[in-house]
């Protein structure tokens, strides 16, 4: 059995509900007071709509969406820049100066040593 991953958007309304859907499954959305009891709302709905595909002998939709988010950078009351960004740039797992210096000098000494592979002496 394969595995596909979705990505699920989540809203905050106006009165403070939250909603998420699932935008590579038209029709699969839900809506609850918190966003844990979305999390959990929108898994059942998905997995419903999927059985009730499979069961009618109807094709799973494919993931096609591709996640970017708009990084806004301000100083004071102006916008500096708008960068698109993948969301592990948000996680903080970018390249640093200083990561890429030692990737550098790690290379011209020859890179990591492989596994299994006893230094010759």
Known sequence: MTASSYPVIFE?????????????????????DT????????????KAHLTALVEGGQPIPSPRAQVKVLRVSYRGETTQSVDLVGPAALLGRHRSAAKAASSRANGAKGGRPRKGVSAIR
Not at 22 to 29: A, H, I, L, N
Not at 36 to 45: D, L, P
């Open 12 to 32: 905050t309304e106006d009165n403070g509900a939250i909603s998420a859907y699932v935008p590579d499954v038209p029709g699969v959305y839900a809506a609850a």
């Open 35 to 46: 966003r844990a009891q979305a999390e959990r709302a929108i898994r059942s709905a998905l």
